[in-house]
C-alpha cells in the first residue's frame, strides 16, 4: 500500500468515527472541542464531505476507472450525504437540517473539483511524457 493510500485510509477511519461519534455520543467533549476547533458545525459537515469523498476516492484508486465510474462513485456518495441526513428523523438528539446538507455537500463539490482538476492533470503529465518519450 502507497504512502498516500495509507494516509487516506486513516483520514477515511478517523472521520467514520466522527460520524458514529456524532450518532452515539454526539456530547462528548473531544467531538464538541473537535468542532469548536474547526469552527463549528457546519465547518465539520464540509470539512467530512470534503474529506471523506476525497480520501475515499484515493484510497479505492479511482483514477484508475472510467470517467464515468469515477462520476457514479461522486453521485453515490453524494446520495449517501443525503441518506444520512435523511436518517437522522429516527434519531433522538439529532436534526435533519438543510444548512448541514448543503455545507456536506459544498465539501462534496469541492472534492469533486479538486479529484477531477488533479487527475487530469496527472493525465495531461502522463501524456506529455509519453508523447515526448517517443
Known sequence: MRVLEFIAVCVVALLLGIIFAKYF???????VTFEHFLGGDAMLHFFVG?????????FLRL?????RWQ????????LLYGADEFLQI????RIVSW??????????????????VVTGL????IKSKLSNAT
Request: glycine share 2%.
Open 50 to 58: 470534503f474529506l471523506l469523498t476525497f480520501s475515499l476516492a484515493v
Open 71 to 78: 462520476l457514479v462513485y461522486f453521485v453515490t456518495v453524494a
Open 25 to 31: 455520543y454526539h456530547q462528548a467533549a473531544w467531538l
Open 122 to 125: 496527472r493525465r495531461h503529465v
Open 90 to 93: 429516527w434519531v433522538p438528539h
Open 99 to 116: 444548512h448541514d446538507l448543503i455545507y456536506s455537500m459544498l465539501g462534496w463539490l469541492t472534492a469533486l473539483i479538486l479529484w477531477f
Open 63 to 67: 483514477q484508475r476507472l472510467l470517467v
